[in-house]
């Protein structure tokens, strides 16, 4: 049974950090795209990041480049998000995802439950 167990979300000020972790099991890690997608209130779900399995290459949407870090760790089955210089429009509900072959956005077919990333004074 394929889960995806999302943690690390919360409460954090403009200009604060924090690291999501997304734990994986029931298939192989190493054989799949790994992306983040975030939803915010009354908006569509929006493809953030993702790491593909092949080479380690990693993408972003431009809102968070340079700020979201995308990573994995095959043997241990998580896949991270660190997130610094958070603002108030990254305020949304943060899912992990498999996909494959490639990170484009149609190419993920399974979604975690989510964390709830606030972004508050």
């Known amino acids: 049974q394929v889960q995806l167990v999302e943690s690390g979300g919360g409460l954090v000020q403009p200009g604060g950090s924090l690291r999501l972790s997304c734990a994986a099991s029931?298939?192989?890690?190493?054989?799949?795209?790994m992306g983040w997608f975030r939803q915010a209130p009354g908006k569509e779900r929006e493809w953030v990041s993702c790491?593909?399995?092949?080479?380690?290459?990693?993408y972003y949407t431009d809102s968070v480049k340079g700020r979201f870090t995308i990573s994995r760790d095959n043997a241990k089955k998580t896949v991270y998000m660190q997130m610094n210089s958070l603002k108030s429009e990254d305020t949304a509900v943060y899912s992990c995802?498999?996909?494959?072959?490639?990170?484009?956005?149609?190419?993920?077919?399974?979604w975690g439950q989510g964390a709830q990333v606030t972004v508050s004074s």
């Open positions: 995802a498999l996909g494959a072959p490639t990170c484009d956005a149609d190419s993920f077919a399974f």
């Open positions: 029931g298939f192989t890690l190493d054989d799949y795209v």
């Open positions: 790491i593909r399995n092949t080479d380690g290459g990693t």
